[in-house]
């Protein structure tokens, strides 16, 4: 799928996340709500860091297309290093090593040790990366005309603002444990680069999103719907059915979040 189509997905996630753990009884505090939705919509576009022209890749100037070199050689690595018999060399690593679910647990593992060992400044960085790419991917057609300078603004603004939020007692900063800040902010991390995979697997190429589990003899699978459901990223479907679904389901999620927490 394309960049808009991941972040409105990544956010219909988490508002529905935010929905279920409300319905279990362990509600979520607006914040947190509103923080882990944007940060699942920007997460939504990371694993599209193995490739330079994706957006990810373009978010942050000459840095962030320096990292998706490093990391498309990498993925293009281990493809090579961890392939089977039947699967053939690769000279580029999109669609592998970014797009499996083992490599969502570890960037979330990450980003949750370094929000709890390092506290407010990481927090910071966090949120600011993940509101850059909200930002990017959600109003896709406004960033496109503005400049980066407008964008990376706006999301330091909401990083600066959410934290200050969150740093509140009783606003979410502990939501997952108790007297352990910011252990959640990993979450909507991996959820946003899960359903980013969930996503991709409905198109054409699928997904090597469980490797290294071997499936009929390869360790880079691409798992998918059956052939005839699959489509073009960017194709009417996306577009016309799947997008304003995740925008439906995501708002009454997000109702349904809120009126079970009150």
Same mark, same amino acid.
């Given at each position: ?119 407010? &400044? *990481?927090?910071?960085? #966090?949120?600011?990366?993940?509101? @850059?790419? +909200? !930002? ?107 997008? &304003? *679904?995740?925008?439906? #389901?995501?708002?009454?999620?997000? @109702?349904? +979040? !809120?009126?079970?927490?009150?």
């Amino acid at each position: 799928m394309m960049g808009p189509a991941h972040s409105l997905s990544g956010a219909m996630a988490w508002l529905g996340v935010g929905a279920a753990a409300a319905w279990a009884g362990h509600p979520m505090p607006w914040p947190v709500l509103v923080a882990g939705t944007l940060i699942c919509a920007g997460a939504a576009l990371a694993p599209d860091l193995d490739q330079k022209s994706a957006t990810i890749s373009r978010a942050f100037g000459p840095l962030s297309k320096l990292v998706a070199i490093l990391i498309g050689k990498l993925a293009e690595r281990v493809y090579n290093a961890t392939r089977g018999k039947s699967e053939r060399r690769r000279s580029g690593g999109h669609r592998t090593l970014t797009h499996t679910w083992i490599w969502a647990v570890l960037i979330g593992a990450g980003f949750s040790f370094a929000a709890v060992t390092w506290g407010r &400044p *990481a927090v910071l960085a #966090i949120l600011f990366i993940h509101m @850059v790419l +909200a !930002v990017e991917g959600l109003l896709w057609r406004m960033a496109r005309v503005s400049s980066d300078v407008l964008v990376w603004l706006l999301g330091a603004m909401s990083a600066w603002l959410l934290t200050g939020i969150l740093d509140q007692p009783g606003n979410g900063s502990d939501w997952l444990v108790d007297e352990q800040h910011y252990l959640w902010l990993g979450l909507p991390i991996v959820l946003g680069s899960i359903v980013h995979t969930l996503g991709d697997a409905l198109t054409i190429s699928g997904c090597p999103m469980l490797w290294p589990v071997p499936i009929a003899g390869k360790y880079w699978y691409p798992v998918g719907t059956p052939r005839f459901m699959r489509f073009r990223a960017g194709a009417w479907v996306e577009n016309k059915i799947l997008m &304003p *679904a995740f925008m439906v #389901i995501g708002a009454a999620s997000g @109702v349904g +979040a !809120v009126v079970l927490a009150a």
